[in-house]
């Protein structure tokens, strides 16, 4: 089994920034394809960001060129968020291994 925990999210102004954190632990869990999504209420989850095992990245159109995806100590991979937008406003979602989800981080831009 794998645990998939995310932080960071805060309440920022519009043109901030943040960094999101997703650590995994357990097993089978080296180095994964690994995404990040957002929901807001009543929508489905979007992808923003993923960085798969050989290290390609993608990005969502509405994000390109503000956020990028990195992996950083072993099992652990981020999500800086510049240029921040009052639509960025979502829970942000860590997918690990195509898999494993954590509980989500509220990231609020809001002036």
């Known amino acids: 089994q794998v645990q998939v925990v995310e932080s960071g999210g805060d309440l920022v102004q519009p043109g901030g920034s943040l960094t999101l954190s997703c650590a995994a632990s357990?097993?089978?869990?080296?180095?994964?394809?690994v995404g990040w999504y957002r929901q807001t209420p009543g929508k489905q989850r979007d992808m923003v960001a993923t960085?798969?095992?050989?290290?390609?990245k993608v990005y969502a159109d509405s994000v390109k060129g503000r956020f990028t995806i990195f992996r950083g100590a072993k099992n652990t991979v981020y999500l800086q968020m510049n240029s921040l937008k009052p639509e960025d406003t979502a829970v942000y979602y860590c997918?690990?291994?195509?898999?494993?989800w954590g509980q989500g981080t509220q990231v609020t831009v809001s002036s």
């Open positions: 997918q690990w291994g195509l898999r494993y």
């Open positions: 357990g097993s089978a869990i080296d180095i994964k394809t």
């Open positions: 960085i798969t095992s050989g290290d390609y």
